[in-house]
């Protein structure tokens, strides 16, 4: 499995950027992208998580509001928006993929992810 995301940059504060994550190589039609950021010297958060097929999603609490996810089913890509962006936003935000993970369930940002995208950075200036 194959795992891309893409749209990292660097952005004022206050705003927006959109992540995409596309994943190859599943011999399913049903798994779940999630995002995942980390700074230096920190433990690596989870920020949100969806389903390819069915509704089932999850937002951290602490990004609620402010972040949300998509996906685009014929192109198979899935995307994190990031609104009213702050400094403390800034990280190297990585795309994971599984197809154990059920989005919808409790805890799916706190399980292990099988499959990881090779991040992208995301810089919010002051």
């Known amino acids: 499995v194959q795992v891309v995301e893409s749209g990292g940059g660097s952005v004022q504060a206050g705003g927006s950027l959109t992540l995409s994550c596309a994943a190859s190589?599943?011999?399913?039609?049903?798994?779940?992208i999630g995002w995942f950021r980390q700074v230096p010297g920190k433990e690596r958060e989870g920020v949100a998580c969806l389903s390819s097929t069915d509704g089932g999603l999850a937002i951290a609490d602490s990004h609620k509001g402010r972040f949300t996810v998509s996906k685009d089913n014929a192109k198979r890509t899935f995307y994190l928006q990031m609104n009213s962006l702050n400094p403390e936003d800034t990280a190297v935000y990585y795309c994971?993929?599984?197809?154990?993970?059920?989005?919808?369930?409790?805890?799916?940002?706190?399980?292990?992810?099988?499959?990881w995208g090779q991040g992208t950075q995301v810089t919010v200036s002051s």
């Open positions: 994971a993929a599984d197809d154990l993970v059920v989005p919808g369930n409790p805890g799916a940002l706190d399980v292990m992810w099988h499959y």
């Open positions: 190589g599943f011999t399913t039609d049903h798994y779940a």
